[in-house]
């Protein structure tokens, strides 16, 4: 996957990431002052006085990223976005972990918001849980200290039993495939508005791209769709008829919103709802 040359994800799955490789890919974490214009009720403190206390606690970064952004004043401010995973975690090779994930900018674009993630280290991928299953929780830039962004971290933490029972359930649930295709169908139209002008078919997102995505239960059904959607690289054509590739999601908000949009089209279906209308089957 590509990125913009100021979208740079420090992603290191198995090991934690230090301040250093932080530094390097998102350098907006370690801004030492919020962007200039903000009013003297906006509390600053860079997202980097978290690392540590959330370190001392268990809590490792292994992911981050920051936005695009296209004015040179807001260079080294903009949203940024940290996966914290717990060390006993990354130590076992738990093969879907929960994660938690901190939003942050210094530019006035957002406050910090800690949601809840998974991540499925078959494939390295990200994915963030819809509130309908652990509810996020937001903290405007005022009055602000970071024990109260790590005393949030734990209130999302004390969900991981609730999230990974979905998890399973999601194993246990098998699909017919009209509602496999409900799912492909409802994501291929939450990705593109156009689906005449998407360089791939709601079928074709739900082709495995390794032996360990074979079947038909709603878990590897989703991780399937979900990896498609957000990493790209599937081979496409344009409305034109040339060849290309299928892009990743590059934007923080795009990602988070796609993710959290799947997340429920699958509860949906766990519950036996379609997500969208499907052709019947056969």
């Known amino acids: ?25 998102t350098p907006s974490i370690f801004a030492r002052q919020p962007i200039p214009g903000v009013s003297g009720r906006y509390a600053f403190l860079p997202t980097a006085c978290i690392l540590e206390g959330l370190r001392r606690e268990g809590w490792v970064p292994t992911f981050a990223a920051q936005q695009p952004v296209r004015k040179e004043c807001r260079q080294g401010f903009q949203k940024h976005l940290i996966r914290f995973s717990r060390i006993q975690d990354l130590e076992n090779r ?35 849980v819809s509130d309908e299953t652990v509810g ?3 903290i405007r830039h005022t009055d602000f200290q970071p024990a109260k962004v790590i005393e949030a971290t734990f209130t999302i933490a004390e ?16 699909l017919t495939d009209r509602e496999q295709q409900a799912l492909a169908i409802g994501a291929h139209a939450f990705r593109w508005d156009d689906p005449a002008k998407a360089p791939v078919s709601p079928a074709q997102l739900l ?11 709603l878990w590897r059904t989703f991780n399937r ?34 993710n959290r949009a799947l997340w429920r089209m699958a509860l949906a279906l766990r519950d036996g709802n379609l997500p969208l209308e499907a052709p019947a089957e056969a």
């Open 1 to 25: 996957m590509s990125f913009p040359s100021n979208y740079r994800p420090a992603a290191s799955a198995a090991t934690p990431l230090s301040d250093e490789q932080l530094r390097r890919c």
């Open 94 to 128: 738990v093969e879907t972990r929960f994660e938690v994930a901190i939003l942050n900018s210094h530019d006035r674009s957002s406050g910090y918001k800690v949601q809840a993630g998974l991540l499925r280290l078959t494939c390295l991928n990200g994915l963030l």
């Open 136 to 138: 996020s929780i937001r």
């Open 159 to 174: 969900q991981i039993p609730a999230v990974l029972n979905e998890v399973e359930a999601f194993k246990a649930r098998a």
């Open 207 to 217: 082709a495995p791209r390794r032996p360990a995505d074979q079947g038909d239960d």
């Open 225 to 258: 769709v979900q990896e498609h959607l957000t990493k790209g690289g599937q081979p496409g054509r344009t409305a034109g008829g040339k060849r290309t590739r299928v892009r990743g999601v590059k934007g923080i908000d795009e990602d988070a919103r796609l």
